[in-house]
């Protein structure tokens, strides 16, 4: 569903080399998490399967269209909540939500029963007509979700959408996660805490811009012989810190 | 390409963003405060502090003036006055017919045409042996500019008084634009409210781009089907609206309590003023791109509009800067809209005469909306 090939980023700006040939393979109707330290190249690939920034060399495939050559093709189907907010602080939550829909086509009838659902499942019925400035942290982060999933996309990407959400929220969006891969939808989740990780079906472990390694939580923790994946994370590391 | 791209935009995302951005610019007090307060104290401002000498001003002098000889006596007091206007460096003399300099006053390009009639030097023969005759020079003024209203009249006492010494010299004085001459906040105000158009829109509109894209909703929208294009129009769909409130505001308070005659269409200078603010906006879309930031863009906005303040002819005349300076004030659009501002106002100029202006300011907003679309991406570097 999701693949990249020798997939190059190199930032203009400072000249950073974000991802140095990363191969990545995501199948359908899996959750997928995408683990690394801060500055590891998550968020780069992110934006670039999202068509959001140009890579410099490799080639990204989407249900088979290429990006971002066939970026009208596919950006319908994909649903993305960044890592900032990244919604209108002025408007309110209703708005915010019926903004986003309205950029996919959506009719009234479609958006008005979407964000009926929306608003119940994110636990924000209470909040529809609240300037979204008005909100705490992990409301926003709520209101950034339903509007990355608003036109019922089959790809949805997480781009440490956890980061500072308390342990109950957190557990909560998990398992509204797992109800949407049980949907048929594609989740791709980036973080860099490592607990996190043991929930997806599928984890890729990235550092410095390249895939160093990739299989389930039990695979991962088998070879390396650890109870977590945070203790494979720090191995990895240390290893790379003593080559450094 | 752009064709295509427009074919394939959708009306109702567009609008869809223009209601968006209208929305947020209502429920942004501090935006909404400098809609309202800051025409006034800026208009306040820079309409009682503009004042100052000026050089260069452009006019027509005619010397019809035979002299007098009386025996050992000749006298050849036109040409003497003529010499001394001309080593006058507030004045730029051309020699030509008084008729001909009138027409050149109304139509804007000369700002005084002087006429020193045939029987000059013999009344001041007359008048230095206390016959009783009267010396006049006739003078038609475009006073529609107090600054350069006088420094044509001090120039021409000075001449007298240099080339004449102690004689009584009447000056016969016609006011072009249907006898207009106007107090110093009258003639300020056109050109005040094109800067004030002029660096509002640009700052506000700016402000609002920034944000867009420092909220990272920019970003975000960027994975979404609306284009780029898409939304660049539905911006400015909506900074227009707002600039055109902007545009209204300042042409009320001009009118309701500065009390600004207008001697044009109202009409025809509310629709400039609506061209003009749209040129703003799309100037700040380009500047957008290089703005990365409120702050940046803050500092940015007045970068731009304080050297335009200097050389579009608002605080002196063109004509008074420097060589070197001038031609950069005509590719200044600020310094068209003031001309057009101060014609239809004061001068009661209709299209035929601002037609070169308004083409310019249409011509230069055209090149902007062309760049603006060519520079937005759907994808980021």
Partial sequence: MIETQNLVKIYKEGKVRALDGLNLQIKKGEIYAFIGANGSGKSTAINLINSIIKPTSGKILVNNYEIPKDRNKVCSIIGMAPQEYAIYLDLTVKENIQFFAKNYGMSKDMIKSKLDELLKVLRLEDKENTLCRNLSGGMKRRVSIACALVHNPKIIFFDEATVGVDPILREYFWDYFRTLRNQGSTIVVTSHVMDEAEKADRIGLIRNGILIEEGTPNELKEKYGTKTIEEIFIKLSKEVYVVD | ?381
């Fill in chain 2, 1 to 381: 390409m752009l064709l295509t791209d427009l074919k394939n935009s959708s009306i109702a995302r567009i609008l869809n963003v223009s209601k968006r951005v209208l929305k947020q610019i209502t429920r942004d007090h501090r935006t909404f405060g400098m809609l309202l307060i800051m025409p006034m104290v800026v208009m306040f401002i820079f309409g009682v502090a503009l004042s100052g000498e000026v050089k260069n001003v452009p006019v027509v002098v005619q010397n019809l003036d035979e002299g007098f000889s009386m025996g050992p006596i000749s006298l050849d007091k036109g040409s003497e006055l003529v010499t001394v206007l001309n080593a006058d460096d507030r004045l730029d003399v051309t020699d030509g017919e008084y008729q001909a300099g009138i027409n050149s006053v109304e139509r804007g390009d000369y700002k005084a045409s002087i006429l020193i009639p045939i029987t000059f030097s013999e009344a001041i023969f007359n008048s230095s042996q206390n016959l009783n005759s009267s010396i006049v020079l006739y003078v038609y003024i475009d006073g529609t500019k107090s600054q350069t209203e006088a420094s044509v009249f001090a120039a021409i006492q000075e001449a007298i008084k240099d080339s004449m010494g102690a004689v009584g010299i009447e000056i016969d004085v016609t006011y072009a634009f249907n006898n207009a001459d106007y107090s110093g906040l009258d003639t300020a105000i056109p050109a005040v409210m094109a800067y004030v158009l002029n660096f509002l829109v640009l700052l506000i509109s700016l402000l609002i781009l920034i944000r867009e894209r420092v909220e990272g909703t920019q970003y975000r929208l960027l994975s979404t089907p609306l284009t780029s294009k898409e939304r660049l129009v539905g911006y400015i769909i909506a900074l227009t609206i707002f600039a055109m409130l902007e545009a209204g505001s300042i042409l009320s308070i001009s009118i309701f309590v500065f009390h600004v005659p207008i001697q044009g269409s109202l009409g025809l200078l509310l629709f400039i003023m609506i061209i003009y603010a749209l040129n703003n906006v799309l100037f700040a879309v380009f500047m957008s791109n290089f703005a990365q930031n409120e702050l940046q863009a803050v500092q940015m906005a007045p970068l731009i509009a304080l050297p335009s303040l200097a050389i579009s002819g608002l605080m002196v005349p063109v004509s008074s800067l420097p060589a070197v300076i001038q031609p950069l004030s005509s590719i200044i659009p600020l310094t068209y809209a003031i001309r057009i501002f101060e014609g239809i106002m004061l001068k009661g100029w209709g299209v035929e005469l601002i037609l070169y202006d308004l083409i310019i300011i249409i011509g230069i907003t055209l090149i902007f909306l062309i760049i603006a679309f060519f520079t937005v991406k759907d994808t980021e570097e």
